[in-house]
């Protein structure tokens, strides 16, 4: 017996140690170089490259458009997310289960599609405003290249988040606290304001802080709906550098990005600040609070919750499809012609969309399959390790949490020679994209595994450890299975959010190593909007099979594992 506990510890000792290196190549590792060219003297980052950022009128303009729409896409964000969970969550409408799979899946979507989306809604060359004769006319400005076209997108997009988080914490809201403010003649709308929202304060601040991260590290939507605009936010101003000078301008850049995440840093500490001002704990846990009944007004509330659809997912996902038949840009949608070209020229004729698509495909399969195979062992530590290897589910966040913009610049300072004592050069290839979707998109797999961890049972391992069974056979043969479902669902997450991936692809692709958002992107920028639009059907086509195809999964999978999964 002695011996068989020798092993296990040294099966798990030798277990930590492998995990350690694996979030510390990836997690700590980019993070870690970035910061050694802040501090170091002689860096990348160099006094001289600090103040050419400070100089630069470009760099204060960029960062109050950053702030601008960081701010303002938030506070959208939070409005529509917060109002469409108190709907879907207290009150008795009906088709819930349909109204959040809608409402989710632009959270599912790039933000770059969402973008060409609307783009190819309302501009001048709209096959969707020309069946009804309403398009203005050709040259005329698209109404949403301006701050206003991005704060609304940015709030479109990440509404969802917003939605799922105080989602979350109303589905904890006691049912007591409810029902007594009904006995003591309160209205819906008064225990709403005094009740409801006070508890819900914290939910609604850590996802404001989430969205305004979010909103700030974007860059599909100012990059298509700005740069035409010449209003460019930090992000697409380092993708213009990067793109002009190269690596001469990774030091400027390297300021850039470390401004963005000092941005991002306070938004979260504001958030946190601003949360502890107030004892938001609740004394006692019950039945979640009994639906609202809305009577006469719930055909009203349900019609307008599905116009909200409507105008945010429908309309723009139809007037993409029509942009995608069109054979040219501004020649009207008719039956002559109609065509399938665009289809056939971006799958089959397009050298660069030919390697995007199979670029972009073996990577998400690449990161997604890693993924599940690193989160099983990982969420073992976090869920039923030791305290302190708890820690580490912040160090696998912290890539996620972080701007995409800066784990980017990371990587490329990171590479920008050859690995040491092997010779292998990274940059500029695809393997450094490979490397920085698995950094950024682990959290994504290991989320849904430790909550798969803490909804089983752990009587099976711990018999198979009293009967001798190793860690390592306890992990193949009993854990795993019970926890795949979860790690599986988790893989097909990072699949659907890396296969249309921008933001980090932009700044780290090369000649060959292109990828669907980097394809698509230029297309777009060379005015080929109906090949972009090809290629974003067919992307939200499969991401929505995907969605289907997972909820298979759904009766095996903790709650909550699935975003739009009511």
């Not at 000092?262 to 502890?276: D, N, P, W, Y």
């Not at 006692?284 to 997912?313: D, F, K, N």
């Not at 992107?521 to 080929?528: A, K, L, T, Y």
Request: hydrophobic share 55%.
């Amino acid at each position: 017996m002695p011996t068989r506990i020798r092993e296990s510890r040294g099966q798990e000792m030798a277990l930590t140690a492998a995990v350690a290196i694996v979030i510390v190549l990836l997690s700590l590792l980019p993070m870690l170089r970035l910061v050694r060219e802040i501090v170091a003297p002689g860096g990348t980052l160099s006094t001289v490259a600090i103040a050419a950022g400070l100089r630069s009128p470009a760099t204060w303009i960029a960062t109050w458009h950053t702030l601008v729409v960081g701010i303002g896409g938030t506070l959208l964000a939070v409005l529509s997310g917060t109002l469409v969970a108190v709907l879907v969550s207290l009150t008795d409408i009906r088709g819930r289960s349909a109204l959040v799979l809608c409402y989710v899946m632009p959270l599912m979507i790039a933000p770059q599609v969402t973008a060409l989306a609307w783009l190819q809604l309302f501009g001048p060359a709209s096959p969707f405003l020309k069946l009804f004769g309403a398009a203005p006319p050709l040259g005329t400005k698209n109404p949403l290249y301006s701050t206003s076209g991005i704060i609304l997108l940015l709030g479109v997009q990440y509404g969802p988040l917003v939605f799922l988080l105080v989602r979350a914490g109303l589905r904890k809201l006691p049912r007591e606290l409810v029902e007594a403010a009904r006995a003591g003649g309160a209205g819906w709308f008064k225990m709403l304001v005094t009740i409801v929202l006070p508890l819900m304060t914290p939910s609604i601040m850590a996802a404001a802080a989430l969205a305004f991260v979010s909103c700030v590290g974007n860059f599909g939507i100012p990059a298509f709906l700005g740069i035409p605009a010449n209003y460019l936010v930090l992000p697409t101003l380092i993708y213009q550098k990067l793109a002009g000078g190269g690596p001469a301008m990774l030091g400027e850049t390297a300021f850039l990005s470390v401004l963005i995440g000092v941005i991002a840093m306070a938004g979260i500490l504001a958030q946190e600040v601003m949360s502890r001002r107030r004892d938001y704990r609740i004394s006692s846990t019950s039945l979640p609070a009994e639906l609202y009944e809305l009577g006469r007004w719930r055909a009203i509330v349900q019609a307008g919750m599905w116009l909200l659809i409507v105008l945010v997912l429908f309309l723009p996902l139809f007037g993409l499809v029509l942009t995608s038949l069109v054979p040219g840009y501004g020649i009207a949608l008719t039956a002559k012609t109609a065509t399938l070209d665009n289809y056939r020229f971006v799958l089959f004729e397009h050298d660069a969309a030919n390697r995007a698509f199979f670029n972009s495909f073996w990577l998400s399969i690449a990161a997604a399959f890693f993924a599940v195979i690193v989160a099983v062992p990982v969420a073992y530590l976090i869920a039923w390790g030791k305290q302190r290897v708890r820690l580490l589910n912040l160090s696998v966040e912290l890539p996620y949490a972080l701007p995409g913009v800066v784990l980017a610049i990371a990587s490329l300072l990171l590479f920008l020679r050859p690995i040491p004592l092997t010779g292998i050069q990274l940059y500029n290839t695809v393997w450094i994209i490979l490397y920085a979707y698995l950094a950024r998109f682990l959290v994504l797999a290991l989320r849904p595994t430790i909550s798969g961890y803490h909804q089983i049972d752990r009587a099976l391992e711990e018999a198979a450890q009293v009967a001798g069974a190793g860690l390592f056979t306890r992990l193949r043969t009993i854990i795993f299975p019970l926890v795949a479902p979860a790690a599986i669902a988790g893989g097909l997450l990072i699949f659907m959010t890396a296969l249309s991936e921008l933001t980090v692809s932009a700044l780290l692709w090369s000649s060959g190593s292109e990828t669907i958002g980097v394809v698509m992107f230029s297309f777009e920028q060379g005015g080929d909007s109906n090949y972009a639009a090809a290629m974003s059907v067919i992307t939200v086509a499969v991401t929505f099979v995907l969605m289907l195809v997972t909820n298979l999964l759904a009766p095996y999978l903790p709650s909550g594992v699935l975003p739009w999964r009511d």
